[in-house]
Structures are given as structure tokens and as C-alpha cells.
């Protein structure tokens, strides 16, 4: 799996999480949502995401380019 895929993943698992959160435990987990949906708007605009380094120091393969 590649770091664009993970990260992705996490986003996604983050968001579901934190909406099952919000509706069963406690609305207040509603600010992790938007918080993740920020540091996604954010890395659209400047390329750069805390997870994907941290993501790429854990040794998830980067993806491969035109000429594998």
C-alpha cells in the first residue's frame, strides 16, 4: 500500500470514527471531524501533511512512478 492510499485510509477512518463518536458518545467529537476535514483542505493547498511524514518515516512505500 502506498502513502497516498494510507493516508486516504486514515482520513477516511478518522472521519467515520469521529461522526460515530459525535452521534453516540458526545457531540464535542464533532470538532475532531472538522479538524481533519481542515488538515485536508490545508494539504490541498500547500502539499504538505503531518501524517505523510510521518507515514513515509514508518516505511510505507512511496508510489511508484511511470518507469517501474
Not at 28 to 36: E, Q
Not at 37 to 59: D, E, H, V, Y
Request: hydrophobic letters at 55%; glycine letters at 8%.
Amino acid at each position: 500500500m502506498t502513502v497516498n492510499r494510507c493516508l486516504r485510509l486514515m482520513a477516511g477512518f478518522f472521519v467515520m470514527l469521529s461522526v460515530a463518536l459525535g452521534y453516540y458518545v458526545h457531540p464535542a467529537w464533532f470538532l475532531f471531524t472538522a479538524f481533519v476535514g481542515l488538515n485536508l483542505f490545508q494539504s490541498a493547498l500547500t502539499n504538505w501533511c503531518p501524517a505523510m511524514m510521518i507515514l513515509r518515516k514508518l516505511g510505507v512505500k512511496e508510489e511508484c512512478g511511470p518507469t517501474c
